[in-house]
């Protein structure tokens, strides 16, 4: 059973296994279940990929820091007490089918310090943009060293001032919709690859995606998980 998933399945939650349980018609409760995910778990069968969820794949995933590793050193040191992540879509370029032609980078903060640190963006030769909505989506294009200033979201998933995957992935479809950064299925496609390339932590991104009134089936399309 559990290597049906293994080897068709990036992920696949307890859910997934326990409705195959039924479907195979085996006597085996919850708590069993519960015992042998976490032996095959710990024998490397499969792998943790958050709470209430499994995958194949044995390495995690690690973006490239480099892309907004500047930028973070830059608002640092402007603002030395300052909670906020940093993310870019350079990060997401070796996963892409089509590189994209130019780089945007986001910095996300709480929101009364979201315009001194677009003041100070500006001022440092950014091409900055202060929480673009609406209608100014029409006004919007991507140019050289150009970054956007958004409200930081509590519960994003980051190590430091850097955003983690999870985190990417959803705050880029949201902004996949708002700024036309990409067309959705290329956006899917990506997600796909990049989550087939590392192990994520699928329960991170499903509460992060929830906090965003998204679903982890808008990430990665319908088929891919379910």
């Not at 068709?8 to 296994?17: G, N, T």
């Not at 906020?84 to 370029?93: E, L, R």
């Not at 979201?153 to 902004?175: K, N």
């Not at 996949?176 to 390339?197: I, K, N, V």
Request: with cysteine; hydrophobic share 45%.
């Amino acid at each position: 059973m559990l290597k049906h998933f293994e080897d068709a399945k990036a992920y696949f939650s307890f859910r997934d296994i326990s409705l195959r349980v039924k479907d195979l018609d085996l006597k085996i409760s919850a708590g069993t279940l519960r015992v042998y995910l976490t032996e095959a778990t710990a024998s490397g069968l499969i792998h943790d990929a958050g709470r209430g969820w499994y995958s194949r794949l044995s390495e995690p995933l690690v973006l490239d820091p480099k892309p907004v590793a500047k930028l973070i050193r830059a608002v640092a040191k402007a603002f030395p007490l300052l909670d906020f992540t940093c993310w870019s879509t350079a990060q997401i370029n070796p996963f892409m089918h089509h590189l994209l032609g130019k780089n945007l980078a986001f910095v996300n903060t709480d929101a009364e310090a979201m315009d001194p640190v677009w003041e100070f963006m500006r001022d440092a030769g950014f091409d900055a943009h202060l929480n673009p909505r609406g209608s100014a989506r029409e006004k919007f294009a991507v140019r050289e060293k150009t970054v956007v200033v958004r409200r930081r979201v509590v519960g994003a998933p980051a190590e430091g001032h850097f955003a983690r995957i999870e985190a990417l992935l959803v705050d880029l479809l949201l902004e996949t919709q708002r700024l036309g950064l990409m067309d959705m299925g290329e956006f899917q496609a990506m997600a796909r690859t990049a989550a087939s390339a590392g192990r994520i932590s699928m329960s991170d991104l499903a509460a992060y995606a929830a906090n965003r009134k998204q679903v982890v089936t808008d990430v990665f399309g319908e088929d891919w998980i379910n």
